[in-house]
């Protein structure tokens, strides 16, 4: 995994407080990882903090997934 | 995620933090023991309730009558206390009284960046903010036949809207916390409305229903959002009433006089506790009975 990724998945770990196996690619916030609204706004703003970007609403209602997000942040971090 | 918000109530963890408990954070997790409430009301060591020693509170318009009365009655028991408000001097006055407790705030709540730099400033003077009480308010009365646009949106930006940024503000720590207490002063004539107060009396129902949304979005984060709703306070927005109102509103009062800003303060304590971890989205009027409204 990349850096980013790992970063991304540290973030959500303690965030969430799920088992660090269940944070694959794949897993989606609300389906398998049992976020509810305040929760995804609150990562949008961990990861915003940690990377040091701006997400945007419109940007922010497409992450739904684990993978969703580490795109996005490579993509903004250039 | 767009369209309806779904805030769950969930079983995070217990952790060591005594204020975050069973109370906080809803039906999912076991009954408390007994040994757990004795530890909370009050605390068994020291007898003491109400205690927010390690506490840090923010508190808006805190120059006026009743937001001194608040500041005190926080720093009283313990609280650190950011005193907020446009009249330096009388802000320094009162920290000088409270102590090393107190430090000044300087804020204009009035221009859009000022709430948004009060929250910053608390945040690293105090290293957060725990309990915000928005308390600064003003009036520019007058019939809403003859209101000015700049009188309304005077007051509708300094009581509503600067009370919405500054909540804003401050929820991020008290997430990451998983505890805070926002109480918004607002006013009796919020529920019953008042003539020739369109603009004011607009605020304060505005905050009123605000503090409603955001008490359903946060419960879960053991952060509680509540009103107090003061009725005729002897204060300075009250003494440039003419005496004909003031008399007539007096024999409204079955308590038979005008409260003071002490009659205020001890509501405020009681939402900013840890006891009050279970009341969120009310208003508790103070109002010496003039209004009695369920």
Partial sequence: ?78 | MSGLYVIRARSCCLRAERTVGWDEIGHELPRPTPTALAFRFPDEQTGIMFDLNGRTALITGASGGIGQAIARTLARQGARVGLSGTRVDALQALADEIGDAACVLAADLGNPSGADGLVAAATAKMGGIDILVHNAGLTRDGLALRMSDEDWARVIEVNLGAGFRLIRGALRGMMKKRWGRVIAVTSVVAATGSPGQANYVASKAGLTGMIKALAQEVAGRGITANCVAPGFIDTAMTAVLPEARRQQILASVPAGRFGNPDDVAPCVLFLASGEAAYVTGQTIHVNGGMAMIS
């Fill in chain 1, 1 to 78: 995994m990349s850096d980013v990724a790992e970063r991304v998945k540290k973030i959500i770990v303690e965030h969430l407080g799920v088992e660090e196996v269940k944070v694959v690619e794949a897993a989606s916030f609300i389906e398998d990882l049992g976020a509810d609204s305040l929760d995804t706004v609150e990562l949008v703003m961990a990861f915003e903090e940690e990377f040091g970007i701006e997400i945007p609403d419109e940007a922010a209602e497409k992450i739904l997934t684990v993978k969703d997000a580490v795109d996005y942040i490579k993509t903004a971090i250039g």
